[in-house]
T-cell receptor, first 113, second 112 residues
Framework: DSGVTQTPKHLITATGQRVTLRCSPRSGDLSVYWYQQSLDQGLQFLIQYYNGEERAKGNILERFSAQQFPDLHSELNLSSLELGDSALYFC????????????FGSGTRLTVV | ELKVEQNPLFLSMQEGKNYTIYCNYSTTSDRLYWYRQDPGKSLESLFVLLSNGAVKQEGRLMASLDTKARLSTLHITAAVHDLSATYFCAGYSGGSNYKLTFGKGTLLTVNP
């Protein structure tokens, strides 16, 4: 157990729907990162939050949004889902922005049918 | 923007043999990371290389960093089946954007 908790582990939903993925960072970690992993695109950085504030944005679609709450857990919201959104979504956390390496969660496997 | 390239992308080797995975990156990277991923699982941190000439070893794996050549290597010595996994390198370009940029990964299969 890495200390980064992601729920749910698996999610199957229909096109057009909206889902929320949840991440609890490792105790003491202030930064949360979201990554999408697919066969064709590899690991793509989506977004980073640090202590509740958005800090960096990557290749995140407008249909996707995220936030980090005062207790530091984070949620990634995916809406108007398309087949191509099927992927593994990882959350990672680190202690500070200096980032001496992330600790990854076990991921949420999203299947859009 | 930082780009990270790994090669080979697929590597099939026999137990007991040695091999090297290469990771090239396009611009200055403050540090270089190696991760391991088993199928359907999370990414496990292997090494963090923080400076030019850094070398780290853990068991049969040794990683090194040459910042002048913008190259990191992951050397596998006397491979065993348990090392079969996908290995990723990732660079960090610093500044105000703290994301890691990952290579596409090297799928390593060690055959008995």
């Amino acid at each position: 157990d890495s200390g980064v908790t992601q729920t749910p582990k698996h999610l199957i939903t229909a096109t057009g729907q909206r889902v929320t993925l949840r991440c609890s960072p490792r105790s003491g970690d202030l930064s949360v990162y979201w990554y999408q992993q697919s066969l064709d695109q590899g690991l793509q950085f989506l977004i980073q939050y640090y202590n509740g504030e958005e800090r960096a944005k990557g290749n995140i679609l407008e249909r996707f949004s995220a936030q980090q709450f005062p207790d530091l857990h984070s949620e990634l919201n995916l809406s108007s889902l398309e087949l191509g959104d099927s992927a593994l979504y990882f959350c990672a956390s680190s202690v500070t922005e200096k980032n001496y390496g992330y600790t990854f969660g076990s991921g949420t496997r999203l299947t859009v049918v | 923007e930082l780009k990270v390239e790994q090669n080979p992308l697929f590597l099939s080797m026999q137990e007991g043999k040695n091999y090297t995975i290469y990771c090239n990156y396009s611009t200055t990277s403050d540090r270089l990371y190696w991760y391991r991923q088993d199928p359907g699982k999370s990414l496990e941190s292997l090494f963090v290389l923080l400076s030019n000439g850094a070398v780290k070893q853990e068991g049969r794996l040794m990683a090194s960093l040459d910042t002048k050549a913008r190259l990191s290597t992951l050397h596998i010595t006397a491979a065993v089946h348990d090392l079969s996994a996908t290995y990723f390198c990732a660079g960090y370009s610093g500044g105000s954007n703290y994301k890691l940029t990952f290579g596409k990964g090297t799928l390593l299969t060690v055959n008995p």
